[in-house]
């Protein structure tokens, strides 16, 4: 179990691999390098070397080693939303230092999509997921919206579950949330203080509460409600860059865009960078807070999340139900911080910044 072991197994010196494994933040000159360290962490359940000698000695102190599940929705891979990626190395990360064992890591991005699970059998995939798997976790996270079927039938395979979202499950399960709606009322209310009037939506609209923000938003403004504003899309880079290309074949284009992700903002400055265009350059506020949106040029405007805060009492009230601390469904909500830079821009300005990343 230990690191050394973890850097034979990824070719890597064992400096990078405890680097790697003690700092969610650091970033290897590879990401693939990275990727094999957390991926032969995972294959031999590491835990920190003191849990791991009292594991192996039977000498716990009383308190049992537990094992932990993730299961991301929204994404097929960590890679497709850096959102998602950074999550997920905090929870391991917090896991870990809780002497416990990251056990199993799952995705289906169809848990998320409220059309799917109306139309299609979730259920199913939901055995699925299940079918293969050799241990029963003590306790599952769940990374991402999951609407209300979905966590139904999780729920016969898991009996302590936290969720960790934007979207709330209504208190079907414990939850840690930083709620979508409010995040979107602020990017609104920034893009308004800029002066911006006429305000697009990217993003994901089916019973999403940052669109429901955004709409909310809207209405309490009196701003025009253009339906042509609204491009409904799931989150990542290429749907953005497919936004940015739907606006700028509008005859009167939305001056302020607000963005449900960062990943889909990339995409449309890369679309206005591709385009090298002086006619529309609009205004534009995202969601998420990752690394990446602040190389772009100009640096995105966006929502943060306490992600490591997020991730922290998500683990502290899974721990405490697997304990039997409590029984009934919890709720600990955190607040976003709007982060102003370059790309929200007063529309008196509208049209001059040069986009490029």
Known sequence: MSIKKIAQMAGVSVSTAGRVLSDPNHRCLSEEVRQRILQAAREIDYIPNE???????????GRKIYYIDILLTRVISEENDPFFSELLRLAELE???NNCIVSNIRYCAQLSDE????????????????K??????????????????????IKKHEKNIVSINRNSTNYEV?????????????????????????????????????????QEAISGYRL???????????????NGYKAMEYFLRQSSPPTGIYCANDILAI??????????TRYYTPAIVSCDNIAEGQFTKPMLTTVSLPKGEMVRFALMLLLDRIAGGHKTASR????????????CFPLSKFNEPEYYI
């Not at 025009?224 to 290429?238: C, G, K, M």
């Open 51 to 61: 849990a791991a000698r009292n594991l192996k000695s039977g000498n716990t102190g």
């Open 95 to 97: 896991i870990r230092r």
């Open 115 to 130: 059309k799917y699970c109306l139309t299609e059998d979730a259920e199913r995939d939901i055995n699925e997921l299940y």
């Open 132 to 153: 293969d798997s050799e241990r029963k976790a003590d306790g599952l996270i769940i990374i991402g919206k999951c609407c209300a079927k979905a966590l139904k039938a």
């Open 174 to 214: 414990d939850e840690v949330l930083c709620d979508g709606r409010k995040i979107a009322i602020a990017a609104i209310d920034q893009l308004v203080k800029c002066g911006h009037t006429k305000i697009g939506y990217v993003g994901s609209c089916h019973n999403e509460a940052r669109f429901s923000g955004y």
């Open 224 to 238: 025009e409600s253009d339906i042509d504003y609204i491009f409904d899309t799931t989150p990542d880079e290429a």
């Open 267 to 276: 995409g449309m400055i890369k679309c206005l960078n591709k385009r090298r």
């Open 332 to 343: 600990l909500e955190m607040e976003g911080t709007l982060i102003v830079r370059e790309s």
